[in-house]
């Protein structure tokens, strides 16, 4: 997994881009699986290693679908820790999502996409 996360990341970030890769990891709690390969993990870890490797180059603007598909309360806690923090240096963050209680607790503005038009909740 280390070397999914750390994939393009010397040429971003140089020396810095293991540690870089290393706090992903540790931000979405999977830091003792570190050296697992990604086929190896069960789908909540890869939805997690997917995000870690999305939070390792910092964007501007993260966007998530279906985020909390298949992810168990511990994952959900650090889907909501990694989404807090975006936003916490000033990132955009946009959720698409069906789980509407998710949304609800975790976003400042909820849209409804209905009938081709959007409305707030």
Do not use: N
């Amino acid at each position: 997994m280390l070397r999914e996360v750390s994939f393009g990341l010397r040429r971003l970030f140089g020396k810095g881009a293991g540690a870089r890769a290393q706090a992903a990891l540790a931000a979405v709690g999977l830091s003792a699986d570190a050296e697992t390969h990604p086929a190896e993990l069960p789908a909540s870890k890869q939805r997690l290693l997917a995000l870690a490797t999305v939070l390792v180059r910092e964007p501007a603007v993260l966007v998530l679908d279906e985020p909390t598909v298949g992810l168990d309360r511990r994952g959900l806690e650090f889907l909501h820790r990694a989404v807090e923090d975006s936003a916490a240096r000033g990132a955009a963050v946009v959720l698409v999502t069906h789980d509407l209680s998710y949304a609800r607790a975790t976003a400042h503005r909820v849209l409804k996409l209905s009938g081709g038009g959007l409305q707030e909740l």
